[in-house]
């Protein structure tokens, strides 16, 4: 589960939007930027240090992610769907990888390994020159 964001930590700008759609994408700003400052916001600092860590193309030198949506003709399910990209990121940002405890080959994965290495070495010992 991931923390509210405040309505008031995110910035909305609308924009025109790209692409077809005729005479309606030349005359309406329904586009959206969400600009979320993530140093400034009320984010826990672990989770503000894994999005700060993200090689992540949206988020900019100074900290600040912006998330362009477009996909929809209304301006509000483009809010929507820009909020909902911003939660999904936080929330992936939010989960703590389980460390990964290094183990030991079995006995029988190492002989099938050596017994694989036998007969790929017999194969192409056999590929040799023919000697009388």
């Given at each position: 589960m991931h923390p509210l964001i405040p309505e008031s930590e995110v910035e909305f700008s609308a924009i025109r939007a790209q692409g077809p759609?005729?005479?309606?994408?030349?005359?309406?700003?329904?586009?959206?930027?969400?600009?979320?400052?993530?140093?400034?916001?009320?984010?826990?600092?672990?989770?503000?240090?894994?999005?700060?860590?993200?090689s992540d193309?949206?988020?900019?030198?100074?900290?600040?992610?912006?998330?362009?949506?477009?996909?929809?003709?209304?301006?509000?399910?483009?809010?929507?769907?820009?909020m909902a990209r911003l939660h999904a990121l936080i929330e992936r940002a939010a989960h703590v990888p389980k460390p990964r405890k290094p183990t030991r080959p079995t006995y029988g994965s190492q002989q099938r390994r050596l017994e694989g290495k036998a007969q790929r070495s017999s194969l192409k010992i056999g590929r040799g020159k023919v000697s009388e």
């Open positions: 759609g005729g005479q309606h994408v030349n005359k309406a700003s329904t586009a959206v930027h969400l600009r979320f400052d993530i140093a400034a916001s009320s984010l826990p600092a672990a989770i503000k240090e894994r999005l700060l860590a993200r193309s949206r988020i900019s030198a100074d900290g600040v992610l912006v998330i362009k949506a477009q996909g929809s003709r209304s301006l509000e399910s483009n809010k929507a769907e820009a």
